[in-house]
């Protein structure tokens, strides 16, 4: 299979970055602010929060991360204990959080041996406000039930989320590779679409038909090939299915309409990238001319926009003017700009802060630009990019090209 790639594509550092700490002091604060006996974060290796808190890349049984105004600990599921001392305390940042590993009571449920930990760790014990425990809002019912057996009162925070939303030099490496990788892929989409011949209603690639799924493997291929792998969600949607947002069905492709890509693989330190970029082979000028035209320059003014300071909905607001401007309607339910500009991206593909929100981008923030337009009876447009807020703009994690027409390999 041919690797070639439409030029654009960055080049990729052959190794990965190492691993990010995690600061444990803001839920440590937390703790200390609320006058709580501890914090506890309950679940497995797919919750974002215990991946964030932990750097545990454990099974999928349950465990949990339990943190004091100066303690930590990570009760171990089984046949893990030295893992997570390598993960959870070796690779620990110097924060002032002493942790540790807690292997008795393997065969516990997790929120039992929460409240175990807690019952070791918890200072002031005499205190009445010492029975209370915060807790992320998700955590399993039954780690809650199990807490609240055991004496606690659960109260929920925000702690977690909040010291996901600025990210450290180590987190943006992470960010930065897996964009880079991402761009790889797109950059073998686009190579893929100038190669494609038109044979009819459609196209072929290779001798056959060009279908979305036949260009999502090219894709995923790619991004396998620089140890990144597909999170199961390349969206690639072509004419009618490109103005679905999270398409990932079979489609055929055919000349003169919409194809658009949204590529966010998840790199092996849980990090996501995030990229789209919509091609059309063979552009007779209709409306998919028109609302490529709106959609780059609605997404040339929100990136003007961003630094550290102004109101995150005030992005939203300057694009949606934009497209106004353009004709298209805005925060209608199926056609025109029916999304908000743009998420923020770290261990969950869509974490804060929300492009709509009032409050003020602060300098560290990772967040998506993707201002897009849809006709369901026509196609989408939409053009993305991960960018990092600074204090006078934005770093582009990554950069590939803003084309309408894909570009054969060099």
Known sequence: MSQDLAPGAPAVSPDHPSPPATDLSPIADAVESAGAAGFVAVGDRFDDNLRYLSRFGGPDRAYAVVVTPDRAALTAPGLFDEQAQREFVDAAPDDGVAREVRTENQGDPAGVRAAAVLDDLAENKGDDDSRTVL????????????????????????????????????????????????????????????????DGDGLLFEG?????????REVDAEMARHGIRSAGNTVIGAGPSAADLHFTG????????????????RGPHGYYGDLT?????????????????????AH???????EAGVTAGTVHEEAAAELTAHGFRIDSSEVGFTHGVGHGVGVSLHEGPSLRADAPL???????????????????????????VTEDGDERLATYPVRFTPVASE
């Open 135 to 198: 807790t992320p809002a998700n955590i399993p019912h039954d780690a809650a039930l199990y807490l609240e057996d055991a004496g606690y009162e659960l109260s929920s925070t925000t702690a977690v989320a909040d010291a996901r939303l600025t990210k450290t030099e180590a987190e943006l490496a992470c960010l930065r590779r897996v964009q880079a990788v991402t761009c790889r892929g797109m950059a073998r989409a686009e190579a893929v679409l100038a190669a494609a011949e038109p």
């Open 208 to 216: 056959d038909p060009l279908t979305t799924e036949r260009l999502r």
């Open 250 to 265: 079979i489609d055929h492709i055919a000349p003169g309409e919409t194809v658009l890509l949204d590529i966010s693989p």
């Open 277 to 297: 970029r919509t091609f059309v082979v063979g552009s007779d000028g209709g409306w998919e001319r028109r609302a490529f035209v709106a959609v780059e320059a």
């Open 300 to 306: 040339e003014e929100a990136l003007e926009t961003v």
């Open 362 to 388: 602060e300098a560290g923030t990772v967040v998506t630009i993707e201002p897009g337009v849809y006709d369901p009876d026509t196609g989408g447009v939409r053009i993305e990019d991960l960018v990092a």
